[in-house]
């Protein structure tokens, strides 16, 4: 894109002082074009019919010319998906998912169920599923738990929840998957209090892997039901990746709301005064308490406790029942 017009070669000749109506009109239309140029996918031409229109005075008519482009943009993405096949639907939409792109989020609600049995797992909606897990919106980790299950051909009913039950106990080796994926089945409303049952028993297996995995499918159901067995794992698991990974569940991964996550904090800070939480445990204590709040300080119990103290008690969610130390 070529540079706009200088101001000042405008008036070149013109030993008339620009206005300060002029200066802040031409400080529109730089902002203007400051921000077309950080629009994905904007042509050229869109961008000669802004600046045309900012020459020319037009605000409105520059404003129209912004956002039009920009709607039909998307309006041609999405009609462009309906000569898609189900694969590419479900990548393209996932991947404008991700970029918070409107209308995708309802329309992977729409046609999941179509999808299911027609969906191969390829390396690439792997990917996209793992970006997805990642996003901050809860909606985007929501669609990516849709796409997941279609692309597995798991139905959201009783009956796969009793199928992968029987395949965890079955399998081990499919165990990971099958526990992550049962969470997933709670999340979206397929018996949540059953498949909490089933990951709490899977939680305190003999095997570390299977447990591993079960603290993944609580972060993944996201229920309040979820929150005390993950704290629970966090506090007294024998494995420190079982510890680790049920503080990550506790903090950052999974389905919990903010507040449900806010909501442990209490819990967190009690483990600080037991000494005999070993240092890892103690350092993912802090780790996840910077997470959950966003405060930065540092690894110091008493500077925890005092701004915990201090904090506005109208902002604390009420906290669940406390876990009990051995």
């Known amino acids: 894109m070529a540079a706009p017009h200088n101001p000042q070669n405008l008036h070149k000749g013109d ?9 802040r009109w031409y400080a529109l239309a730089f902002l203007v074009l400051a921000v077309l140029s950080g629009l994905a996918g904007f042509e050229l031409g869109h ?22 482009p920009t709607a039909d943009a998307v309006n041609a993405e999405f009609a462009e998906l309906t000569r898609m096949t189900p694969q590419q639907q479900a990548e393209q939409l996932l991947a404008l998912a ?13 046609n999941a169920e179509s999808w299911r049995g027609r969906l191969q797992n390829t390396d690439r909606l792997f990917d996209l599923v ?31 929840v009793a199928r992968l039950v029987k395949l965890i106990r079955k399998d081990p080796a499919e165990r990971p998957f099958g526990l992550w994926r049962l969470g997933a089945l709670g999340n979206r409303g397929v018996q949540p209090k059953l498949v909490l049952t089933y990951l ?17 499918g609580l972060a993944m159901l996201g229920t309040d039901g979820a929150v005390d067995p993950l704290l629970d794992r966090f506090a ?65 119990a008493q500077a925890w406790q005092q ?5 506005d008690s109208n902002q604390k969610p009420r906290s669940p029942k406390g876990v009990l130390f051995a």
């Open 15 to 23: 030993s008339r002082p620009l206005t300060l109506s002029i200066l």
């Open 47 to 68: 961008l000669k019919a802004v600046w045309a229109a900012l020459r020319a005075g037009d605000l409105a008519k520059a404003s129209a010319a912004v956002s039009q």
């Open 98 to 110: 991700i970029r918070r792109q409107q209308g995708s989020l309802d329309l992977i609600g729409q």
């Open 130 to 160: 793992l970006t997805a897990l990642k996003s901050e919106d809860l909606r985007v980790r929501g669609a990516a738990i849709e796409v997941d299950l279609a692309a597995n051909n798991l139905s959201k009913s009783p009956r796969t």
């Open 200 to 216: 709490l028993a899977f939680a305190r297996d003999r095997d570390e892997q299977t447990r591993f995995w079960a603290v993944e």
């Open 236 to 300: 007294h698991d024998p494995s420190p990746r079982v510890r680790q990974r049920a503080a990550v569940g506790i903090a950052e991964s999974g389905m919990l709301t903010h507040q449900q996550r806010f909501a442990a904090v209490p819990d967190l800070l009690n483990f600080l005064d037991d000494d005999a939480l070993d240092s890892d445990t103690r350092g993912w204590v802090y780790g996840a308490l910077r997470l959950i709040t966003g405060e930065v300080l540092g690894n110091n």
């Open 307 to 311: 701004w915990w103290a201090h904090h």
